[in-house]
């Protein structure tokens, strides 16, 4: 399966990576989605209480419901669902359920943060073969007070985890992270295979627009590489979502992206 990493701003502006041999990264424009995202809360929305949600996806242009058989399956699941608060705190990351109604899906999560959440529905559409993020937004979502605070270290559920990048981020440019993990002693842990990989990396620009979904380069159980390349100059949430000991753990980092020399 390659390794795939994009960056949307809700028309898809995609970034691609595949790692077959010497990984290369290219930067382009592509159509806009051919889905629309729509989200039906069976409930309010309270923090700490959890919630059902029905979505639908529908064809923009023929205005049907996308269902199963429309969709590719990607890293085992036919639909991501990349949900993040106002704050760019609380990060979830969900996949919904068909119900006995085609095209219906059905989901629960809980809110951590008060207010509404914005969403991003990772799909590929067979009629496309080409992966796209349909937005939309649960509750009265507000743009929140961000703490854009640089950090590549995080101490989560005692692991530590540590991010590098062999050149500093910069809009336009390329660079290749790399994240270690290690237990509360310093000693080397294993990752468990998540949707089909060691990890899964997301990121969100501060301006709730961009969305980035990265998966690593090769196979390693102890240390994850992966390619960042934004399109521009901003502030970056990223999130890097791991297995340890069948418990899925979510590491949070700032990265502060430059302009481009």
Not at 9 to 23: D, E
Not at 188 to 197: D, I, K, R, Y
Request: aromatic letters at 8%; glycine letters at 8%.
């Amino acid at each position: 399966m390659k390794n795939r990493i994009m960056f949307s701003v809700v028309t898809c502006w995609l970034a691609l990576a595949g790692c077959s041999g010497a990984p290369q990264v290219t930067h382009k424009t592509l159509p806009p989605p051919i889905a629309r995202l729509t989200l039906l809360p069976q409930g309010e929305m309270v923090r700490g209480k959890p919630v059902t949600v029905l979505m639908k996806l529908t064809a923009i242009k023929t205005r049907s419901l996308l269902t199963d058989a429309d969709l590719e399956t990607m890293y085992t699941k036919k639909i991501h669902l990349l949900l993040i608060d106002p704050s760019l705190a609380d990060y979830q990351h969900i996949h919904p359920m068909p119900t006995r109604t085609p095209g219906l899906y059905s989901f629960t999560f809980t809110p951590k943060s008060p207010g509404g959440y914005r969403v991003w529905a990772d799909i590929t559409p067979k009629a496309t073969g080409r992966q796209e993020f349909a937005m939309a937004d649960l509750g009265a979502h507000r743009i929140g007070a961000v703490s854009k605070i640089e950090n590549r270290t995080a101490v989560v559920s005692g692991y530590h985890f540590n991010l590098t990048f062999d050149t500093p981020p910069a809009a336009g440019g390329e660079s290749v992270g790399r994240l270690t993990i290690t237990g509360a002693h310093g000693e080397t842990v294993t990752l468990e295979p998540v949707m089909g990989a060691r990890a899964h990396i997301v990121g969100f620009y501060d301006d709730f627009r961009t969305v980035a979904h990265m998966h690593p380069m090769g196979d390693n159980p102890h240390e994850i590489m992966f390619h960042f390349a934004p399109d521009r100059a901003g502030f970056v949430k990223l999130f890097a979502q791991v297995e340890i000991g069948g418990k899925a753990i979510f590491a949070p980092f700032g990265v502060m992206v430059a302009n481009r020399s």
